[in-house]
Nanobody
Framework: QGQLMESGGGSVQAGGSLRLSCTASRDLYDNNCLGWFRRAPGKAHEGVAKIYTAGGTTYYADSVKGRFTISQDNAEKTVFLQMNDLTPEDTAMYYC?????????????????????WGQGTQVTVSS
């Protein structure tokens, strides 16, 4: 079974930056859609960004456009989420997830349908 492992979370003040990493097993990384989702206490999962690893096409939620950047390192089978200009509203547990067997990442950024493999999550806390 494939694995996804997130790292890079932490606590920062508003306006600060963090970079999250998601290292995937090969079967989950190659030619798949990898996404970052977040879940704040009492709220549903929210799609943040996703990337199709074959080609690097990216998608973002409106709430993070211009502040967050998703990128990849094929050699390390790792997807990154660079988060800048963080606000307290970005506080959440951030999860990496993989949607296997697709030819693209097209579709709503918010849907979790198809993302069958999930990491354990990494906490991001932004204080005002």
């Amino acid at each position: 079974q494939g694995q996804l492992m997130e790292s890079g979370g932490g606590s920062v003040q508003a306006g600060g930056s963090l970079r999250l990493s998601c290292t995937a097993s090969r079967d989950l990384y190659d030619n798949n859609c990898l996404g970052w989702f977040r879940r704040a206490p009492g709220k549903a999962h929210e799609g943040v960004a996703k990337i199709y690893t074959a080609g690097g096409t990216t998608y973002y939620a409106d709430s993070v456009k211009g502040r967050f950047t998703i990128s990849q390192d094929n050699a390390e089978k790792t997807v990154f989420l660079q988060m800048n200009d963080l606000t307290p509203e970005d506080t959440a547990m951030y999860y990496c997830a993989a949607d296997k067997g697709r030819s693209s990442c097209s579709g709503s950024i918010q849907t979790v349908v198809g993302f069958a493999e999930w990491g354990q999550g990494t906490q991001v806390t932004v204080s005002s």
